[in-house]
């Protein structure tokens, strides 16, 4: 059994998303004359604490963060009204990029988004905008979460999956992409990224996984899927996605990995 798969992992909210998100406070990104950008400022700093010492990769962090950023920008200037930022963890774009009548919605492990919401309570500004939807997307109905939150699938939605992919398992992310899917009009748009294993060419690239796969099972959050050239598009496409655009970075020496950003839309039926 996986460590966060532990009933006591379930209970705790998620390390790698607080370390990711106390990150993005250190950037500067576009905002929104609608949204907050010191009310998300103000959140990430509350998260930063010792683990400020261990960055990401700076570069890296500014990249990812651009990608998204720019997915929501983009949605949002074409008329897009509704967000869902799956595996949402400490994000807080629904409060930088709110938006004039956008409505967002966040999914989250119930741990991570009850202390997510209460840190954005204590922020004491509005967010009747945000609507949250907790579920354990490895064994919970994201759909039925998904109607309950207020999803409209009739009208076009951006969807995020940000740093989420890897610690899903392959038929979890079959699911969950599926599901996104039907619940999405045809000028709907996902945006989501994936750690991609490149070949490998000596044991040092298998010893740094390791290490870093280690380092995520020492924090509760084990990797539960690989994705080796060609999975994501295959992974999408058999949901119904088709890339439209897409992203290779960060080619990494120590894992030999790199990162891929896609956006996907709808194929047509
Ligand atoms: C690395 S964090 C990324 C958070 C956020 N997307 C960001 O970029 O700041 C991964 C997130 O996935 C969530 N997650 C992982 N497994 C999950 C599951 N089975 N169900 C729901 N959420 C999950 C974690 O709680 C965490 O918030």
Redesign the pocket.
């Known amino acids: 059994m996986a460590l966060?798969d532990r009933p006591t992992m379930r209970d705790r909210p998620?390390f790698?998303?607080r370390w990711?998100?106390s990150q993005r406070a250190h950037l500067e990104r576009p905002d929104d004359v609608h949204g907050n950008a010191d009310a998300e400022r103000r959140l990430y700093e509350g998260l930063a604490g010792w683990l400020g010492i261990a960055r990401l990769d700076r570069a890296r962090m500014r990249r990812r963060t651009e990608w998204f950023d720019a997915a929501t920008v983009d949605a949002l200037a074409s008329g897009v009204k509704q967000v869902v930022?799956v595996?949402?963890?400490?994000?807080g774009r629904a409060l930088r990029f709110k938006g004039d009548g956008v409505r967002w919605i966040e999914v989250?492990?119930p741990a991570?988004q009850a202390d997510k919401r209460s840190r954005v309570d204590d922020l004491d500004v509005p967010t009747s905008h945000i609507a949250y939807a907790p579920?354990?997307?490895?064994h919970e109905d994201l759909d039925g979460a998904l109607a309950r939150a207020g999803h409209e699938p009739a009208e076009a939605t951006l969807l995020i999956a940000?740093?989420?992919l890897g610690?899903?398992r392959h038929e979890t992310i079959d699911r969950l992409f599926a599901v996104l899917r039907r619940r999405s009009t045809g000028d709907s748009i996902l945006a989501a990224n994936f750690r991609v294993l490149e070949h490998s060419r000596w044991i040092g690239d298998r010893v740094g996984r390791a290490v870093l796969d280690g380092i995520l099972n020492v924090v509760g959050e084990s990797r539960k899927s690989t994705f080796y050239e060609g999975v994501a598009e295959r992974l999408l496409g058999d949901a119904g996605w088709t890339v439209i655009r897409h992203l290779v970075s960060d080619h990494d020496r120590f894992d030999a990995t790199h990162g891929l950003f896609v956006l996907a839309r709808p194929s047509a039926p």
Do not use: K, N, P, R
Not at 87 to 91: R, S
């Open positions: 966060y998620s790698t998303a990711v998100a930022i595996g949402a963890g400490y994000d989250d492990h991570t579920v354990d997307l490895s940000e740093g989420l610690y899903l």
